[in-house]
């Protein structure tokens, strides 16, 4: 049994960590409890009823009017893991800045950054946008219609990652990849970029924009992209979507071909 003198004693310390880490708690408030209680009230995902919201408040063929719908709902309603706005014109000023013909999309999600991405592309560009959950996937698949982009622009392909890159050049015909986007679980990032290497699908100045590289992180990804010599590699610092206080970052990867 605890004293209640030994119990007062924890409050000032305790006071002082749900202070200090107040933004992560409301994160966690946002993303798991509303989420679960909005479940098992509305019988929908949190996915699909972003998908409603937007299909009752998004202009049909107006990516951006899409894009900002997106956004409004995830700083006043519920929280998505999309990529947001701040770090959605650092990948649309990467796009437009290289100018990519062949684009890989390593986790749809909802179809937020590839919209991002399909709006940005170069004529005659297209876009592969791979995402292993299907519910994600049918979500996503809508969004991208939605906003106005056919299949010869942007392809969702469903399956697991690391069964889909080693079927590029045979099954989609896929010589290089000019530009690739990660978002998909942040302990995949290394092996997809080792896949990549290993079935030869990236060239001399390929882009690699890996998204959470700080906040949650993926350590072993960064530790190989710095160490192996094959990239030159820079950090954007920023925030994480929708949490302006937690602080996230986003690699950048140009590939060398040097070993």
Known sequence: ??????????????????????????????????????????????????????????????????????????????????????????LERLIYENVPLTVLELGTYCGYSTLRMARTLPVNARLYTVEMDESNAAVAEKIIRLAGFDEDTVEQIISPSDEVIPQFRERFEVDKFDFVFMNQWKRCYLRDLQ???????????????ADNVIFTGAPHFMQYAKSCG????????????????????????TFTGLK
């Open 1 to 90: 049994m605890v004293s209640p003198a030994i119990a007062l004693a924890f409050i000032p310390f305790l006071m002082t960590l749900i202070i200090r880490y107040r933004y992560y708690f409301l994160l966690f408030w946002r993303a798991v409890v509303v989420r679960k209680i909005q479940d098992y009230v509305t019988g929908l995902s949190r996915e699909e009823r972003a998908f409603q919201y937007v299909m009752m408040h998004g202009i049909p063929g107006d990516p951006e009017n899409i894009l900002s719908t997106f956004d409004t709902w995830c700083y006043h309603s519920e929280y998505l893991s999309n990529m947001g706005p701040e770090k959605g014109k650092i």
């Open 195 to 209: 896949l990549l290497e290993d079935y030869n699908l990236l060239q001399e100045g390929s882009i690699i924009l």
């Open 230 to 253: 094959k990239y030159r590699w820079k950090i954007h610092r920023t925030h994480l979507e929708y949490f302006r206080y937690i602080r996230d970052g986003m690699a950048e990867l």
